[in-house]
């Protein structure tokens, strides 16, 4: 199955909680990254992640295979008051931002994390956004290739530590 097999839209409440598993299960698999133990509200908003919904401005998107197979989810947020992060991203104005990409094992390395990234930086361009605002972390390196690719560049006026783990900023101009 290819990225052209997927479709994002937004996620439908019986799909929080399966997506809430699929970034717990990501994020405590990524080589680097703090485990539940050492950051338990960290992954108690993962597991909960269909409550990001509930801010304004803000969708939880799924790609979604034609068979109903969920190959990953991210947070879009057209209000970076509403994004959540340490740092200075939520003062960011005109921006959009994205947040909280997994992608399921199975469908790695077909083109999913792409196809949400641009979804949101489409929906940015929708909004007539001037930026868009991301962060990630060491532990997500295979990523920042992806967004490079995609225009982003790094902002180390978005870096922020959380807890014990450096963040990363990136901004894309739109």
């Keep these: 199955m290819k990225h052209s097999d ?3 839209r937004n996620a439908l409440p019986e799909e929080f909680a399966r ?11 990524l080589d680097g990254f703090p485990s539940p133990d ?8 993962l597991a909960n992640i269909g409550s990001q919904t509930e801010k ?12 109903g197979e969920l190959g990953g989810a991210i ?15 939520t003062l960011e104005q005109n921006a959009s931002g ?12 077909r083109g999913i994390g792409r196809l949400l990234s641009e979804a949101c930086i489409q929906k940015a361009r929708d909004r007539r956004q001037a930026n868009v605002v991301i962060h990630t972390t060491r532990a997500m390196q295979p990523a920042w290739r ?10 180390t006026d978005l870096d922020f530590m959380q807890e014990d783990l450096p963040v990363f900023g990136f901004r894309l101009g739109l």
């Excluded at 992806?146 to 902002?155: I, N, P, T």
Aim: hydrophobic share 40%; charged share 20%; net charge negative.
């Design 6 to 8: 997927f479709v994002v």
């Design 19 to 29: 997506i809430g598993q699929l970034m717990v299960d990501v994020y405590s698999g």
């Design 38 to 45: 050492e950051q338990p509200r960290y992954y108690d908003m």
């Design 56 to 67: 304004p401005d803000t969708q939880l998107l799924a790609a979604i295979s034609r068979t």
């Design 75 to 89: 947070v879009y947020f057209s209000d970076m008051s509403q994004y959540g992060s340490g740092g200075t991203a």
């Design 98 to 109: 994205f947040r909280l990409l997994a992608v399921d094992p199975a469908f790695r390395r």
């Design 146 to 155: 992806m967004y490079e690719s995609l225009g982003f560049e790094r902002a």
